[in-house]
């Protein structure tokens, strides 16, 4: 059911590297977020966007970066990998207020 | 701010026992609540839900009755299968919507055969 993509599935990358985890949806969805889960499986914000160009930044976003060019596509950007980056990270979106959230796949995220 | 507490895991049970897994909440106004379930190597998809006072969720067989008097938002089930062992996460949104949703830690639950 869900339109809502992650790219990579899974990563191993060194440290001090950047990466960008994709997330796209076909669903024409206004809302979109970006988790951090930890082992736990508590869920993190990270940050979110309400729109093309408008973005927020959640609970635990002072180590990345997000852009909203485009409605289907919000990349979530890690200037320099740390081995506490290593986690799964989750993208959502929705459409309408109090409606349920769409979840992707995710990208499982190691950093050496 | 809002927030949600729910009970921590894990839990586990046998095949054709009954489930509860306890959620309460604090917000400001009447949230509308939500059940998320996880399952192995997926993201989350919604189970549940309810927007008002006194509505009863419903879905696979598990239910949750949205109690303003105890703030709670419990999810049953009367008889649970192993295919139900997953993590499950209470959720709640605020009235107007615009703000994120608040997630409960989860709980994982495992039902043995």
């Known amino acids: 059911e869900a339109d809502i993509y992650q790219t990579p599935r899974y990563l191993v990358i060194g440290t001090g590297k950047k990466i960008t985890l994709e997330c796209s949806q076909t669903?024409?969805?206004?809302?979109m977020y970006w988790y951090q889960q930890d082992p736990g499986m508590e869920l993190h914000l990270i940050h979110y966007?309400?729109?093309?160009?408008?973005?927020e930044k959640g609970d635990l976003s002072s180590e990345s970066t997000v852009s909203r060019i485009r409605t289907e596509h919000f990349p979530l950007t890690l200037e320099s990998a740390r081995p506490s980056h290593t986690s799964q990270y989750l993208c959502?979106?929705?459409?309408?207020?109090?409606?349920?959230?769409?979840f992707g796949s995710g990208t499982q995220l190691s950093v050496l | 701010g809002d927030s949600v507490t729910q009970m921590e895991g894990p839990v586990t049970l046998s095949e054709e026992a009954f489930l509860t897994i306890n959620c309460t909440y604090t917000?400001?106004?009447?949230?509308?609540l939500f059940w998320y379930v996880q399952y192995p190597g997926e993201g989350l998809q919604l189970l549940l839900k309810?927007?008002?006072?006194?509505d009863k969720g419903s879905n696979k067989g598990f239910e949750a009755t949205y109690r303003k008097e105890t703030t709670s938002f419990h999810l049953e089930k009367g008889s649970v299968q192993v295919s139900d062992s997953a993590v499950y996460f209470c959720a709640l949104s605020g009235r107007s919507g615009n703000t994120p949703l608040v997630f409960g830690k989860g709980t994982r639950l495992s039902v043995i055969a």
């Open positions: 917000a400001t106004g009447y949230p509308s």
């Open positions: 966007s309400y729109g093309v160009n408008s973005t």
């Open positions: 669903m024409g969805h206004d809302k």
């Open positions: 309810a927007t008002k006072a006194d």
């Open positions: 959502a979106s929705t459409g309408l207020p109090n409606e349920k959230l769409f």
